[in-house]
């Protein structure tokens, strides 16, 4: 009876001690749940007013945009949008060549279409304006019918606005979302000016210079002058023969007189 109980009790205990190690080895067994990813980092702040200002001279485009209050325009297509921006900034002397057509002449609402025609909605690196040049027709931030074509010759972009075409000289910073890139113009929209594009200017002529000693015209004018220089002589040559004609006639006739008075 007592080893019954001594058995039935080792036997419970034996059992208990197996369902705990098998629960230990299914606890250690058991996956462990991935951690999850990472948040993206927030692209860092881009000050378009402190770029432009340290960047290069574009002063005068970023009076402009200060003026027409679209730096914040700008600035929020920049930093709070999920595209980004590209914008062209042309050099103040790109301003300064500009004579006809002025910017002067136009409207607020002009002026705002064509510093907003500087603009893509989009960031676009360096790589992308092949892709560009085959897609015909671009918007730019300007929207409608404002729109830039683009030809990416060897890696030489040009950029066609329908009136003027420029071309990037280089690249001010392309950190995205925010690309901005140096153009030799400005972009002038063929919505506003329209197609009548003005001639280019023809080279001033080449001063007149005299013909050297060598050349055939001085040649020629030497020989000209050489043969003129006889006729002269010639033509004086005669007059001394009559003058001497007329006073050889007048001593005979002096003499003659005097040989009638006398005889």
């Known amino acids: 009876m007592e080893f019954s109980m001594i058995f039935m009790i080792s036997f419970s205990v034996l059992i208990l001690c197996s369902s705990l190690a098998y629960g230990q080895v299914a606890m250690s067994t058991s996956p462990t749940p991935a951690p999850s990813p990472a948040p993206a980092p927030t692209p860092a ?95 730019t931030l300007a929207g409608g019918q404002y729109t830039l074509q683009f030809n ?13 075409k420029a071309k990037v000289t280089s690249a001010v910073h392309t950190s995205k979302p925010v690309a901005v890139y140096q153009v030799d113009k400005v972009l002038l929209p063929e919505a506003i000016f329209g197609t009548d594009i003005p001639p280019t200017p023809a080279p001033a002529p ?3 210079i005299s013909p050297s000693a060598d050349t055939p015209s001085a040649a020629k004018s030497e020989e000209t002058g050489s043969s003129s220089k006889p006729s002269s002589s010639g033509s004086s040559s005669p007059r001394i023969m009559m003058n001497s004609g007329i006073w050889t006639q007048l001593v005979l006739a002096f003499l003659g007189g005097w040989l009638v008075l006398f005889f």
Do not use: C, M
Request: charged share 25%.
């Open 45 to 139: 702040y881009t000050n378009l007013k402190d770029l432009l200002s340290v960047a290069g001279p574009y002063h005068k485009f970023l009076d402009y945009l200060e003026s027409t209050k679209l730096i914040d325009t700008f600035q929020i297509q920049a930093n709070n949008t999920v595209e980004g921006i590209t914008i062209f900034v042309p050099k103040d002397n790109a301003f300064k060549a500009l004579k006809k057509p002025s910017l002067s002449n136009l409207t607020d609402d002009q002026l705002k279409s064509v510093l907003l025609f500087h603009a893509l909605p989009r960031y676009y690196a360096l790589a992308d304006f092949n892709d560009l040049s085959e897609r015909g027709p671009i918007s």
């Open 152 to 164: 990416d010759d060897s890696g030489t972009v040009r950029l066609d606005s329908g009136w003027s």
């Open 206 to 208: 080449a001063l007149g």
